[in-house]
């Protein structure tokens, strides 16, 4: 028998398993390692957008216990002017020449703005422009309300014998300022954005003038600013919750 060509066959056959084999462990590897690399980038990839939302997570429950704090506190004070308001009451309701000075700190705060009223008026509400604008001539800037628009606005309802207004709920005070700050408004201090609602008391056929051609709200809305004035019977207007300081002015 013929042993060699056995042992030849024999070795062709464990080569050609061998390549097998090696084949099989080549692309076990390859496919591992391309694994292991996509593995990589994903971590890589979520690792900044986890930390991020973390943070983003982390700075909102901090902003949420710092407004739960404002308004414990808002609540707290708004109680003991109640109690203030009663003492008050209470210690001069015998005595006339306390009572009429009871009323004059009441008009007093009415004047400031330190307390809530209510009355007829009217309501206006300036909205951006979000319309498609096909006028090539207009600037950008000119499609959104700006800090001057309300301004304006504000100071033609003064004019018009407003007795009482208000900016998104914000009490328009003797001190209060009106900026731009970026894409929005402060007033009072306060970021306050578009669309702005503006309550104003008075008379409310005097103040509804706002609306009249050529005023300041047909201006806006050639440029295409929403505008909306409606007349109301009971408006209610909040109280400026900051402190008034005069640093200049002083008792004669």
Sequence with gaps: MDFSHILEKKCEVNKMNKEKIGLALGIMCAVLVF???????????????YSSSNTVNNLRDEVLKEKEKYDNRYEELEKAEKELEKERESSTGNNGE????????????KLLGLTEVSGE????????????VTNSLLDASDLVVHDMDV?????????AGAEAISINDQRIVTTTGIVCDGNVIQINGQKVGAPFEIKAIGLSEQLAALSRPGGYLSILQEYGIGTELVKSKNITIPKYSGSINFKYVHNQ
Excluded: M
Aim: glycine share 6%; net charge negative; aromatic share 0%.
């Design 35 to 49: 694994g292991i690399i996509v593995q990589i980038k994903t971590i890589n990839s979520t690792n900044p957008t």
């Design 98 to 109: 306390l009572t009429s000075v009871e009323e004059q700190i009441k008009e007093g705060n």
């Design 121 to 132: 008026g009217i309501i206006v509400t300036l909205k951006d422009n979000t319309a498609q």
């Design 151 to 159: 301004l304006s606005v504000i100071n033609e309802l003064k004019n």
